[in-house]
């Protein structure tokens, strides 16, 4: 079952903050965070593996609710290099086998 | 180091023919991922192998799909006869064993005509 992902689409100026969330109905493994820019492929961001679990990266973190099923992508001091397409990808068992949400584009703008 | 390495970059082709996709994974990384994105269903798990062997094809669309991975270091994605509806961007991702990080190549952008 494909995560949901929201928002679709966010519009930023440099500088602002935003927050991706990404919902599964089923239990889950762990979650990835990957970004792909335009015409290129995705990039790893980070895995989130336990409940509870929170990761952080410059200035992009990420927490995990395993109870919920969910997960949140915060991105603060939004720079323009932060521009893309995020994905999370979810895992549900011991298999490899990741199921992507459809992804939120982020735009960033001066 | 280099990273997945696909070919070929883009592919036009004509309904009906045959078109084989190629990967390279990253050395030593025991898993080998086949993915497909579209606009309308975005990235989509097709096949993944563990050691050279397929471990999950259930998301392979139908019997024109194929992948084999003959050896550590090679893969290929065969669709006999393509469609039209087989456009899309096709990934390959490797990851080593015990992680879970995916390390996609740069993909193929097949178009079918």
């Known amino acids: 079952q494909q995560p949901v992902q929201s928002p679709q689409a966010v519009i930023l100026r440099e500088g602002e903050d935003a927050v991706i969330n990404c919902s599964s109905s089923?239990?889950?493994?762990?979650v990835h965070w990957y970004r792909q820019k335009h015409g290129e492929a995705p990039v790893f961001l980070m895995i989130?593996?336990?409940?509870?679990e929170q990761k952080g990266h410059d200035k992009i973190s990420a927490s995990f609710n395993e109870k919920k099923q969910q997960s949140s992508l915060y991105l603060t001091a939004s720079q323009l290099s932060y521009s893309g397409t995020y994905f999370c990808?979810?895992?549900?068992?011991?298999?490899?086998?990741?199921?992507f949400g459809k992804g939120t584009l982020l735009t960033v703008n001066p | 180091d280099a990273g997945v390495i696909q070919s070929p970059r883009h592919e036009v082709t004509e309904m009906g023919q045959e078109v084989t996709l190629r990967c390279k994974p990253i050395?030593?990384?025991?898993?080998l991922f086949w993915y497909r994105q579209t606009m309308m269903r975005g990235l989509e798990l097709l096949i993944y192998f563990n050691n050279n062997v397929p471990i999950d094809d259930s998301g392979m669309p139908e019997d024109r799909f194929s992948a084999k991975m003959p050896n550590a270091s090679f893969s290929t994605l065969k669709i006999q006869p393509s469609e039209p509806r087989d456009s899309a961007v096709y990934f390959c991702?490797?990851?080593?064993?015990?992680?879970?990080?995916?390390?996609f190549g740069p993909g193929t952008r097949l178009l079918v005509l």
């Open positions: 089923k239990a889950l493994y762990s």
């Open positions: 050395s030593g990384h025991d898993y």
């Open positions: 991702a490797s990851t080593p064993q015990g992680r879970e990080t995916q390390y």
């Open positions: 990808g979810t895992r549900g068992g011991s298999n490899y086998k990741l199921t």
């Open positions: 989130l593996l336990k409940g509870g």
